[in-house]
């Protein structure tokens, strides 16, 4: 019988039964147990160990008091995260020295850093914090704390470090941290119905349900006292891990992005794995919609560091644990999944949020990971083509498993997904392994990313996606502005998406329809391969102003025809073809003045604009991209 929910693999009876006694569960080895830690391949051991050492000889920015109130005031989020996450990066750092040089390495750091800790007014951070002062800024009452993402974070961290280097710690210390995590995390879980992430009155789930039950589960496992108490713990989390799997698509798709599929569905894994460790039970590892998730990093797989980066997330992600994907696809039998994560690299700092104590630690024993990674000659799947048809995801690509063609990523959608951009069909081009037409992806969060103003940001409208703009006015926020009448076209010469974008501008935009067909054309034989766009459309009137935009990487040059421009990267450039007659073409560069975006794009990027001249109430055009 196949399972569709977790609640009915692990009723509230069953989990009695299979649950171990409080404090009995030990997913991983105490720094004192030196044959466990020794089998770790000296290539790994010494990498992670040099990463732990740069960070212990960081100097720790102060964590000052005024964060929440200068939050508050301003909406700068990295001001106390900064300090915050600084914090737990160094404990992580200090429990992996301990762990792979031996006890005794850094008990000093230890000690302080877990005290630092426990003394903090809260584990929540500003921007997520529910309490207010008589001035209506955030504020944090430690008789009512607030269970986020990082407070949930820090609670695990906590626990593992109890477990893993407990014996480095006074007896009186490895007790504040039970007490600490209890009072500030386990009994808020329990006691409250109202948090939004628990999905009890029906709220729209998405990565915080997976990422904090995550956190909790083991937690709770580790730290809870009484049976009675644990498997309340552990039952509530089963119940909100099947209200979030419920709103998830059967395609297995993430709306949020592939960034945040490491914080949603990787999450999920976690927790499941730590369910089916503790109980002895793998059947949720069998779901079908378990396995489902596991493959939509594959499908946004671009080439190399490069990833389809739709909604919020860069397109060359920071920090993520490929151990992790590993061994997500080893369980639920995905090959492609794990070929792709021994081709991955893996995290290049120890850095918190994106790195959490546990997900870094359990690869370090897996002997079947190291395995796959041990020539050295892992490659990537990069599948020729997918659609996601609940997800309106397609990705295609010019020739299975080489990453030196032409590759097309383009999606439907709606304007309400989960870390939404209002970017309704738009689409992404690379070629020879590199970003040429890109989305922006997201800078760095302040108040404003997730508040009424959030579409204002200019990467998160639609005016700086690869999109058309009527009249001077994007597309708006909200699940009715959405693509409709989607259909996509998949066979061994080209895959096509085709839908209508009319319902994702509001009224006074005055469209009545707009056919976009995006489409990957692979040549035969002595013919060229090229992506091909076509834009048919019908407005309530000839509009004062029709613009089709396309961002870029690089500086557009002029091509060897009128009507030509050449996009991308010297060495990877691709050939624009639009019509002449029809449109004159503006060059904008942007500098990037944001860090997060930086990295990714370096200085500047561009975004090409194709302004008709004369634009009719009805008309059609066509772009085409090929190679130079």
């Given at each position: ?7 009915d ?6 989990l009695a ?5 409080p404090?009995?569960w030990?997913p991983?080895?105490?720094?004192s147990d ?7 391949p ?14 212990l000889?960081?100097v720790?920015?102060?964590?000052t008091?005024?964060?929440?109130a200068a939050?508050g005031?301003t909406?700068?989020r990295?001001?106390?995260?900064h ?7 160094r404990l992580?750092?200090?429990v992996?020295?301990t ?7 850094a008990t000093?750091?230890?000690e ?5 800790l426990?003394a903090?007014?809260t584990?929540?951070v500003p921007?997520?914090?529910?309490g207010?002062d008589?001035d209506?800024l ?6 009512r704390?607030t269970?986020d993402l990082?407070?949930a974070e ?5 626990a593992?470090?109890?477990l893993?280097v407990?014996?480095e710690?006074?007896d ?5 941290i039970?007490t600490e995590v ?6 808020p879980?329990?006691a409250r119905?109202?948090?939004w ?10 990565n915080?349900t ?7 589960l ?18 509530r989390?089963?119940?909100a891990?099947?209200r979030?799997l419920a709103?998830?698509p059967d ?10 599929w ?11 794995e730590?369910?089916?460790d ?6 949720a590892?069998?779901?079908?919609r ?10 946004a797989?671009?080439?190399g560091?490069?990833?389809v ?9 920071p920090?993520?644990?490929?151990g ?5 696809g ?5 090959r ?9 690299a ?8 994106d790195?959490?104590l546990?997900?870094?630690?359990t690869?370090?024993l897996?002997?079947?990971?190291h ?6 000659l892992?490659?990537?799947?990069l599948?020729?083509q997918r659609?996601?048809?609940?997800t309106?995801l397609?990705?295609a690509?010019e020739r299975e ?8 990523a383009?999606?439907?959608?709606h304007?309400d997904e989960?870390?939404?951009?209002n970017?309704v ?13 890109i989305d922006l992806?997201v800078g760095?969060y302040?108040a ?9 940001v200019w990467?998160?409208g639609?005016?700086?996606?690869n999109l058309?703009?009527v009249?001077d006015?994007?597309?708006?926020a909200g699940?009715?502005?959405a693509?409709?009448?989607v ?8 895959a096509?998406?085709t ?5 994702a501008?509001p ?8 056919r976009r067909?995006?489409?990957?054309r692979?040549g035969?034989?002595?013919?060229r391969?090229e992506?091909?766009v076509?834009e048919?459309?019908r407005?309530?009137a000839?509009p004062?102003a029709l ?9 557009p ?7 030509s421009?050449?996009l ?12 002449a ?6 060059a ?7 860090p ?15 302004l008709?001249t004369?634009p009719?109430?009805?008309g059609t055009?066509h772009?085409?991209?090929h190679?130079?």
């Amino acid at each position: 019988m196949q399972h569709h929910r977790l609640s009915d693999l692990h009723p509230r009876e069953r989990l009695a039964a299979t649950l171990p006694p409080p404090g009995a569960w030990r997913p991983l080895p105490p720094a004192s147990d030196r044959a466990a830690w020794s089998r770790v391949p000296e290539p790994q051991r010494l990498r992670t160990l040099a990463l732990a050492e740069a960070h212990l000889a960081d100097v720790l920015p102060p964590l000052t008091d005024d964060g929440f109130a200068a939050y508050g005031r301003t909406g700068d989020r990295a001001r106390h995260e900064h300090a915050y996450f600084a914090r737990r990066t160094r404990l992580t750092a200090a429990v992996v020295h301990t762990l792979l040089a031996g006890p005794g390495t850094a008990t000093a750091e230890l000690e302080s850093l877990v005290r630092l800790l426990c003394a903090e007014t809260t584990w929540c951070v500003p921007a997520h914090e529910l309490g207010r002062d008589t001035d209506g800024l955030p504020a944090p009452d430690p008789a009512r704390p607030t269970v986020d993402l990082f407070a949930a974070e820090t609670a695990a961290l906590l626990a593992y470090t109890r477990l893993l280097v407990g014996e480095e710690l006074p007896d009186a210390l490895r007790e504040l941290i039970a007490t600490e995590v209890r009072t500030r995390v386990l009994a808020p879980f329990r006691a409250r119905d109202d948090w939004w992430w628990l999905g009890l009155a029906g709220e729209r789930l998405n990565n915080w349900t997976s990422w904090i039950v995550a956190n909790l589960l083991p937690t709770a496992l580790l730290l809870e006292d009484s049976p009675e108490t644990l498997l309340t713990d552990v039952e509530r989390a089963v119940g909100a891990l099947d209200r979030y799997l419920a709103q998830l698509p059967d395609d297995g798709g993430c709306d949020e992005g592939l960034a945040y599929w490491w914080r949603s569905a990787a999450s999920y894994f976690e927790a499941v794995e730590t369910l089916a460790d503790a109980t002895g039970d793998q059947a949720a590892l069998r779901m079908p919609r378990t396995a489902a998730l596991v493959r939509y990093p594959v499908t946004a797989h671009v080439a190399g560091p490069w990833w389809v980066n739709f909604a919020d997330g860069p397109a060359r992600l920071p920090n993520v644990e490929p151990g992790l994907l590993f061994r997500y696809g080893a369980r639920v039998g995905d090959r492609e999944a794990t070929e792709l994560a021994a081709a991955t690299a893996p995290a290049a700092s120890l850095d918190a949020p994106d790195v959490s104590l546990a997900r870094l630690l359990t690869p370090l024993l897996d002997d079947a990971w190291h395995a796959a990674r041990a020539d050295g000659l892992a490659r990537p799947p990069l599948v020729r083509q997918r659609w996601l048809p609940y997800t309106q995801l397609l990705v295609a690509r010019e020739r299975e498993g080489d990453p030196d063609g032409l590759f097309l990523a383009a999606k439907g959608g709606h304007n309400d997904e989960s870390h939404n951009h209002n970017d309704v069909g738009t689409f992404l081009v690379a070629h020879r392994g590199a970003p040429v037409l890109i989305d922006l992806g997201v800078g760095t969060y302040d108040a404003t990313a997730f508040g009424p103003d959030r579409y204002g940001v200019w990467t998160m409208g639609s005016a700086w996606h690869n999109l058309p703009l009527v009249n001077d006015i994007p597309q708006s926020a909200g699940a009715r502005h959405a693509a409709t009448d989607v259909t996509a076209e998949l066979d061994d010469r080209a895959a096509s998406l085709t839908m209508d974008l009319a319902t994702a501008w509001p009224p006074e935009a005055g469209v009545r329809a707009w056919r976009r067909t995006v489409a990957l054309r692979r040549g035969g034989p002595g013919e060229r391969s090229e992506i091909a766009v076509t834009e048919r459309w019908r407005l309530d009137a000839p509009p004062h102003a029709l613009a089709l935009h396309l961002v870029t990487t690089h500086p557009p040059a002029a091509g060897p025809t009128p009507g030509s421009l050449l996009l991308g990267a010297p060495g990877r450039r691709l050939l624009l073809d639009y019509d002449a007659s029809v449109f004159c073409l503006l060059a904008e560069e942007r500098p990037l003045e944001d860090p997060k975006l930086a990295a990714v794009w370096g200085s500047t990027v561009h975004r090409v604009r194709l302004l008709a001249t004369a634009p009719p109430a009805t008309g059609t055009t066509h772009l085409t991209l090929h190679t130079a």
